[in-house]
């Protein structure tokens, strides 16, 4: 019970240090430039850390740790897809959009094509990622909360309530502190994350003498699973398996760049080189942050229980790293153990509300900026206006979320996220790329690249095995559905759980195609100005000078 | 159709884009401009084909390849986890790489280029509005 006590003080410690560090920033925030941008006046280094924190979700710090400890190597996998990702994101994104956008992915279609239908297509790709996104991080806190906290998890009420307090939480850090406020939260827990998470990764590589062949030896020993160093435990069953995970490689590395809560974090930089610097502070800080995952979760299967039944396997390897930071400190009843657990327990919800208020603001700047402003009121309201409509779209999208995230709270969190990689790939990606580059490209092709990505990918995944047909054992050895449906309802037929391999190509098909299709010489035009834009900052967006 | 637009008109003649500014067709004619694109081009180019091709290989081999992958190297480090960590340091490698290479051959024609901007635009534009869309 003592650890339950000091966890719950150290949650309520986080929430009531995010909730300063955004009051203060309210203080400090006037008109959109400011609310949305963050007056665009953060360091390279400071963006850096900001995007870490973005980035790095609860189902990186919780849901890779926890695969690499049960599927062994596989799990490692998603590491290096989520790290070489940043690349794309580096030298094909980042600096280009800085000068070319102002709030939202957007911003860079609208430049050279027709405002509504570009503006209409980005906004309802950057909300659906999103809340795919948001599903995925209040499961994830709604799973770690009851079982941190030891809550029942058959009683619903009060799960319900810790994913109604994290979606309150996250409506407030956006209304209140904009992007000024979620930027210093998402600060503040990337180096919590980072911190936290190098003081186990030393304290599990001090059991084994800093021996890294020791403590891989000892993970496969342990484990009982053979094969547990090599690929093809999870994925490597059969051809079926081999494609989904070609698949999802593909999702991931092509995901990143075209996720809107991280394509805005490049606006809130005075210049696209400082964009260039946040990038760079990013990969060094994401690529450490992913091979302490490799550690944690080796460190996991070496030191604790893994096997059937196990608190690691029936929670879908989620606790591995809270349970390991447990080990590690002097086991289960001990004064260490219990301080390790409660810190990194805390760490992971500071991870979650930083990543959730980040996903909020972005859907919500994009719902008043794209379809309020530009759609409805045609660029005739006020930043005023603008910012309030915000205010509620970001209140509209928590509750949405809430709703949504209490029915779902079962799913598995890494699907989610590879789920929103998969729509993000698919949908948005492909006009970004075609749009920097591609001087015929116009507005035609945009949309329905955009359409066409996010449809077949959202058809492709409800007629796949995680919406109906999904069979497993559960701990008692039991048939269990280990999909959306029930036990007895199959309608699948398409038999990849990630759609990436084909509805990423259909999204770039679709957008040569409405291209071919259409001819727009305004379009063709205004690509010389993005151009010249885009490579030399020439009239991007300045700083705010307070 | 952008073209019959006067420049009084404001960019909330919503249903385009804002209309087109004539000094940035100045700069793109430059040889300067033509340039940066060549070797901002030249450089992101090669590389993105190469790092999405070393990583696309990686997958493949972690899938079909599973006997050589599994072999050992140094007691338990094996040819998958070395192969892995090779994809962090081509990650960082290619980043550090890329940041040298703008820093010198990119970022002083962009500066260049931007100041000319400036100074053009000032020549040219007596009407408040800046460019760029709301």
Known sequence: MDHQVLTAVLFLSVVALTLFITIRASRQTSGTADFYAGGRSFSGFQNGLAIGGDYMSAASFLGISGAIALAGYDGFLYSIGFLVAWLVALLLVAEMLRNSGKFTMADQLAYRMKQRPVRTAAATSTVVVSIFYLLAQMVG????????????????????????????????????????????????????????????????????????????????????????LEPGLKYG??????????????????????????????YTVPTSRDARKSVLWAIGLIGVFYLFTLVLGFGAAALLKTGAGSDVANSDGNLASPLLAEAVGGGAGSTGGAILLALISAVAFATILAVVAGLTLTSSTSVAHDIYNSVLRKGKATEEEEIRVTRYAAAGLGLVAILLAIPARNLNIAFLVALAFAVAASANLPSIVYNMFWRRFNTRGATWSIYGGLISCITLVFFSPVVSGKTGLNADGDVVSKALFPLGVDFHWFPLENPGLISIPLGFFFGWLGTVTSKEPAAEERFTELEVRALTGAGAEQAVQH | MSSDLSPHDPPESHDLAARHDPVYDELHASAEFAELRRRYRGFVFPATIAFLAWYLLYVVLSNWAGDFMGKQVVGNINVALVFGLLQFATTFAIAWLYSRYSNAKLDPLARELDERFVALSQGTRSRGAQGGER
């Not at chain 1, 939260?185 to 890294?212: E, H, R, T, Y």
């Not at chain 1, 995970?245 to 996720?259: D, E, H, N, R």
Request: without cysteine.
């Open chain 1, 237 to 266: 069953i059969d051809t079926t398996h081999k494609l989904d995970f070609l698949s999802l490689g593909i999702a991931l590395v092509l995901g990143t760049a075209g996720l809107p809560h991280i394509l805005v974090r490049f």
């Open chain 1, 141 to 228: 806190a709604g799973s770690l909360v009851v079982l941190l906290l030891g809550i029942d998890k058959e009683n619903t009420l009060a799960v319900s309530g810790v994913i109604a307090g994290v979606g309150a939480l996250m409506i407030v850090y956006v209304t209140v502190g904009g992007m000024k406020g979620t930027t210093w939260v998402q600060i503040v827990k990337a180096v919590l994350l980072m911190a936290g998470s190098a003081l186990i990764v030393v304290l599990v590589l001090a059991k084994f003498d800093f021996n890294l062949s020791e403590l891989l030896g000892t993970a496969a020993a342990e484990s009982g699973k053979p094969g547990f």
